[in-house]
């Protein structure tokens, strides 16, 4: 089992950068593949941007390509999203997630069903 427990959210102005963190206990997240996801008021949840286990592929959204950037920190136990030039339509809850790997660990996963950790969230808002 792997507890995530994300932090960093908060409000913002539009233009603006935050940095969440979410960090991992029960297993360490070195085996694993890392995603950050977002779910806005009245929208399902959507991917944002992932990492493969090996640390070396990522994949962003489209919406987000060249403002957010997925790192992680084996070390640390914790995988971080990097938002940079904010928008309005960045408003969510953000989510991160992990997805064991035991072959293939330069793939990046995009889809919700392919995670098998979830955190329970923190609140981005940006204001106008």
């Known amino acids: 089992q792997v507890q995530l427990v994300e932090s960093g959210g908060g409000l913002v102005q539009a233009g603006g950068s935050l940095r969440l963190s979410c960090a991992a206990s029960g297993r360490t997240l070195s085996r694993y593949g890392l995603g950050w996801f977002r779910q806005a008021p009245g929208k399902e949840r959507e991917f944002v941007v992932g990492i493969s286990r090996s640390g070396e592929n990522t994949i962003s959204a489209d919406s987000v390509k060249g403002r957010f950037t997925i790192s992680r920190d084996n070390a640390k136990n914790t995988v971080y999203l990097q938002m940079n030039s904010l928008k309005p339509e960045d408003t969510a809850i953000y989510y991160c997630?992990?997805?064991?790997?035991?072959?293939?660990?330069?793939?990046?996963?995009?889809?919700?069903?392919?995670?098998?950790?979830w955190g329970q969230g923190t609140q981005v808002t940006v204001s106008s």
């Open positions: 997630a992990a997805k064991r790997v035991f072959v293939d660990t330069s793939s990046v996963h995009y889809t919700e069903s392919a995670y098998d950790y």
